[in-house]
């Protein structure tokens, strides 16, 4: 394996901060990428994290009876969230009304010094702090993926895990090994050089895609 997959400690570390992972498996690498990312959000579940697979393309049919794999395909449509901040107030009533397609809301009563700072908004989509490409050659590879779900790159951790000589080295980390033969290998053979536990669900995945994997 090449030097680049030696930084253990700092993927270690982005893992652990790491409250929402995604993982997503480039669709052009099939099955090889995906069964290489399910074995992945087995081991990371272990962990006790929260993660998503994110993939437009088909679930492979060896894994579409899998119904405990959380699998976004999205729609890219976010969530508007409107927020008041009534504290300290006498507000005790909530009216809304719609009307040619526009919401109308209140809260009363309150004082006509009211701070309509304490009013907020914003579209929430989905959100991770680390994102974990696998397959992928660059950010464009998989970027649609992402903003499908409503997500994006935004201020999140990017670890690249790819096997290709071609690869850009576009994330924060990258573990590029071109000499490993399968996506498949390579995940396995860096879920235990970080010391996570190749479960049974894990290694089950991982098996599915070197056996399909034309050497």
Not at 29 to 37: K, L, N, P, Q
Not at 101 to 130: A, M, T, Y
Request: net charge negative; with cysteine; glycine share 8%.
């Amino acid at each position: 394996m090449n030097f680049e997959i030696d930084k253990t400690n700092q993927i270690l570390d982005l893992i652990k901060e790491a409250k929402s992972i995604a993982i997503v498996p480039f669709r052009t690498a099939g099955m090889d990428a995906f069964s290489a990312s399910v074995g992945l959000y087995y081991m990371l579940k272990n962990e006790g994290k929260d993660v998503s697979i994110i993939y437009q393309g088909t679930v492979p049919e060896e894994f579409a009876d899998n119904k405990d794999i959380n699998v976004q395909h999205g729609s890219g449509k976010r969530e508007l969230v409107v927020s008041v901040d009534y504290s300290n107030t006498e507000a005790s009533k909530v009216n809304y009304s719609t009307e040619d397609d526009v919401l109308h809301f209140s809260i009363s009563p309150v004082g006509r010094d009211f701070d309509l700072s304490r009013v907020q908004f914003e579209l929430k989509g989905f959100n991770f702090d680390l994102i974990i490409t696998i397959g992928a050659q660059s950010r464009e590879d998989i970027s649609t993926d992402l903003e499908n779900i409503g997500g994006g790159f935004g201020e999140s951790d990017l670890l690249n895990i790819d096997n290709t000589e071609g690869n850009d080295r576009f994330g924060s980390i990258n573990v590029v090994d071109p000499t490993s033969k399968s996506l498949c290998l390579l995940t396995l053979n860096i879920g235990v050089k970080w010391g996570l536990d190749i479960t049974d669900n894990a290694a089950e995945a991982l098996l599915k895609g070197i056996s399909k994997k034309k050497f």
